[in-house]
């Protein structure tokens, strides 16, 4: 799904009203069908609505929400707000239907002191303001706000919260925005939506299709994308009934230390799951027997080291090779990866310790190959490129390294995102918060370097993993529950993942 920017959205709203064509007060009303749809699916008919419209079209929405929600028996309390501008076409419109209608209550409010008791038995929808929104709101609209805020009501915002921006809040002012635990946003999600900073605000998020000109959407370009099945479906092509173990690719996994061996363990089976044919292990003597016994489809290079990695293995026979998990961060460790950065002729995978090396080496990143695949989580992250105040500036700071230094960047967490050095940008929308745990990094590191072993281009097996490992946590997380989930549990449910991902859409014909 493409994220636009609002005057993208308001572009293709325009489009849609011309060329379906459509009057703006009936797309408006479509909204208002989706919306109302939602809301009585989930909210039960004795609870008080207290909607909150402002003058522009947001504003027009929630009154032809009040007014749709009226007509099935809902007990509405209808808030225009008054501030000082008067209504646009559309709302006013609405607001005279509301009147003629007769069954909600409406109140139409100046300031907070005009605003009726609310209690925490009530919903309030929230439709002040749009995404059309481009300063900070102050005054007396700032002061509903924070009333709203302070209800103890379940909050509802249409479109977005009010008070928050699109794209970038950094300069906004958190207390004059709408905390809301639902969020019914049309069509498209803003990207607001995927930093942590904002989450208060937003809750839980649902796009409402409210059938935009699919001509516009096409044509409208972003670099923007949410990571869906569709985008991954077609990447991973059908085996051949003669292949053989040397089709799918020899990966080599450099991971591990004493006492660490454990990300060894899950990322070599992690590989396997994935697909790779052969996988290589390169990990200390220490850790031989152990990932032999754990791993025994994997074949084990024993570095000269009793405990950590300290010598490239050779790297001409492999078609990827993924390194960090585990393999701390000592001198030798530190010599070994300049060594591989400097002989390496694939793109790498580099994750965890080999990232933080990195991070106190910046002048080394200039010797990562181009079109290796970096994952970090934020922190890391922040150590490579520099501490960030928010989660969308580190986001920018992530388009400019992946563009610099010609490198993939995933960088870990909800709504995990993916950067292309060409600027292309997904967030990803499979994972739970059951995946926060040791080794699910490490899964995604062998995995990756799992595809790229197969011949799978580095974006798509970037996107591909992202995915695919997501939606294995998805699976683990319905059978184990998220408080239970362990990284393993991640790497039994690959097999069903990919089968999730690869299983044809009803009515497409299976290959002969």
């Not at 994997?298 to 393999?327: H, K, M, R």
Request: proline content about 4%; aromatic content about 8%.
């Amino acid at each position: 799904m493409k994220i636009f920017t609002s005057g993208q959205v308001r572009e293709i709203d325009s489009y849609t009203i011309e060329h379906e064509p459509t009057e703006s007060i009936d797309l408006m009303e479509r909204a208002a069908d989706r919306l109302n749809s939602w809301y009585v699916r989930h909210f039960q008919i004795n609870r008080r609505v207290v909607i909150f419209a402002g003058p522009g079209n947001n504003g027009g929405d929630a009154l032809a929400l009040a007014r749709k929600l009226s007509e099935r028996q809902y007990r509405v309390l209808s808030l225009p707000v008054d501030l000082g501008g008067g209504l646009s076409g559309n709302c006013r419109i609405n607001l005279d239907r509301l009147k003629e209608q007769g069954i909600s209550e409406i109140r139409t409010i100046a300031s907070v002191r005009d605003i009726p008791e609310i209690n925490q038995t009530n919903v309030i929808v929230d439709g002040i303001f749009g995404s059309g929104l481009t300063r900070t709101v102050t005054g007396a609209a700032a002061e509903m706000i924070r009333f709203i805020n302070g209800s103890g009501a379940t909050v509802v915002s249409i479109d977005i919260p009010s008070g928050l921006f699109g794209e970038d809040n950094r300069t906004n002012d958190y207390t004059s925005i709408v905390r809301a635990d639902y969020t019914l946003t049309f069509q498209f999600p803003f990207r607001s939506f995927f930093f942590k900073e904002n989450a208060p605000f937003v809750g839980c998020w649902t796009v409402l299709d409210i059938r935009l000109h699919p001509v516009k959407v096409g044509l409208t370009q972003t670099d923007y994308r949410t990571l869906e099945r569709e985008d991954v479906r077609g990447i991973l092509s059908e085996r051949e009934i003669f292949s053989h173990k040397g089709t799918y690719g020899h990966a080599l996994l450099i991971c591990g230390s004493y006492g660490m061996m454990g990300a060894a363990v899950l990322s070599a089976r992690a590989c396997l799951r994935g697909g790779a044919g052969l996988v290589t292990l390169h990990v200390p003597k220490s850790g031989v027997d152990i990932v032999q016994t754990a791993v025994p489809e994997a074949i084990v290079s024993p570095d000269s080291s009793e405990t950590v990695f300290t010598g490239d293995p050779g790297t001409d026979n492999f078609q990827s090779v993924g390194i960090g998990p585990g393999i701390g961060q000592g001198e030798k460790t530190c010599q070994a990866l300049y060594a591989l950065l400097s002989s390496v002729k694939v793109p790498l995978v580099i994750d965890a310790d080999a990232i933080n090396i990195l991070a106190e080496h910046r002048e080394w990143i200039g010797q990562v190959p181009p079109g290796s695949i970096l994952t970090p989580h934020p922190k890391e992250f922040d150590r490579l490129a520099g501490d960030s105040g928010t989660g969308y500036e580190r986001h920018l700071k992530q388009i400019a390294f992946s563009a610099r230094h010609g490198v993939i960047v995933i960088l870990k967490g909800a709504y995990t995102g993916i950067s292309e050095p060409g600027g292309g940008y997904f967030f990803n929308t499979t994972g739970n918060p059951g995946m926060a745990t040791g080794g699910s990094g490490d899964v995604l590191t062998g995995l990756i370097a799992s595809l790229l072993a197969q011949g799978v281009s580095a974006t798509d097996a970037a996107l591909l993993a992202v995915y695919v490992h997501g939606l294995a946590g998805d699976l683990a997380s319905e059978s184990r529950g998220e408080e239970a989930m362990i990284a393993g549990d991640i790497v039994e449910m690959l097999g069903a993942a990919f089968m999730q991902v690869k299983r044809k859409p009803m009515g497409e014909s299976s290959r002969k």
